[in-house]
């Protein structure tokens, strides 16, 4: 399509729906953009993702939530910044990176067993393996959030991996500067009822924690 | 103003620009919003800074630059994720984060001196202490790039910092897993001219290592 199809850099851009998959599993934020008053605002936030649908949720009252729910036009931005590229030149360095841009509609998800599988969305993705561990959503709660959605079906994507790509005759160092995204020593809320004792990291924290580490230290 | 007052959540609200600074410096990345053809796009691009001016570069073939530099108007987000913060419910789930969003419009700059300037800031931003040491910009690259600038006056900070807001009777882990981002072990660029051999890391990419190291394990 006309508005996915890049004009620039065309070799950047992939066409791997692997690669689109990869950018939404690794990234915990997105940026959305939206019009207010026809003008251009971009927030970031959080998301899910089930199949073709990307979902947001937020409050009612919120301009974002609002305009994207009467179907308005919405452009989402997901990045990865895998690496600083150094070359001989300020005209050459770059930036190693993964990034996803959605064009599409938005549409407010009412129907309540979707809307809760959105809200599940949200959090398995932030979160794996915690959600069975919740005190379950209640329809109070369920009621108090907004859910859009917003179809992946318009993107593009695009990346750029490897070394600088020219080499020039001049006493500097090039190369990359890996960039990761790790998870530090989880910081367990005090609480009256523990006394302030500390009880074992449990298992699903860890287990986030470390695959947060793993998936984000694997690519440079 | 109104645009920037926080109609949501105004207690998340920062009015200090020593925020402001903190995000715009510790940022690899901003995520910028405009209208094409009526509807909105956002992109990932990097940037750089002087005094109340935020610098984009970029190809004059560029969607974005074209539009940018126009004197359209433009919104851009700069955002830190900073923790994911576990409570007992979905519902109070929720990040820890530092986000500057920007109003305004652009400007094309083509004064060669701050062209000149813009450009660098943009180079100082991201690998620190570099720039005395690149091959100089020459007048062709200088020319076969577009600087736009966005005035960062009208803006807002929104942060989140600390455990969860909310405690309950549930038997799960509660607290922040902090996220950070860090720099890994330099990768060199594998030349000819150097037989393959490896010389030792210069001292200013290892202090832009360190640096960014520093800088994002700090926080939480």
């Given at each position: 399509?006309?508005?996915t ?22 990234s ?93 969305s ?57 960039i ?41």
């Amino acid at each position: 399509m006309e508005r996915t199809r890049l004009r620039r850099h065309p070799e950047l851009a992939s066409c791997d729906t692997e690669d689109m998959d990869e950018i939404l599993q690794e990234s915990l934020l997105c940026h959305v953009a939206f019009l207010d008053d026809g003008l251009p605002v971009v927030i970031p936030s959080t998301f899910g993702r089930i199949d073709d649908q990307l979902y947001l949720h937020g409050s009612p009252l919120s301009r974002m939530m609002g305009v994207i729910a009467s179907g308005a036009p919405v452009s989402v931005a997901v990045s990865l910044l895998d690496g600083l590229v150094l070359a001989t030149s300020a005209f050459d360095h770059s930036m190693n990176y993964r990034s996803l841009v959605v064009f599409g509609t938005g549409r407010s998800v009412t129907d309540s067993k979707e809307k809760r599988a959105a809200l599940d969305s949200i959090v398995d993705h932030l979160v794996p393996g915690r959600r069975p561990l919740l005190r379950p959503m209640t329809d109070k709660e369920i009621n108090a959030t907004m859910v859009v959605a917003i179809p992946l079906t318009e993107h593009s994507v695009k990346l750029r991996t490897g070394p600088p790509g020219r080499s020039e005759e001049w006493p500097v160092w090039t190369g990359v500067i890996p960039i990761h995204t790790v998870a530090g020593d989880p910081i367990q809320a005090v609480s009256d009822r523990d006394g302030g004792s500390t009880p074992p990291l449990p298992d699903q924290v860890a287990e986030v924690v470390r695959s947060l580490n793993e998936e984000n230290t694997s690519a440079s």
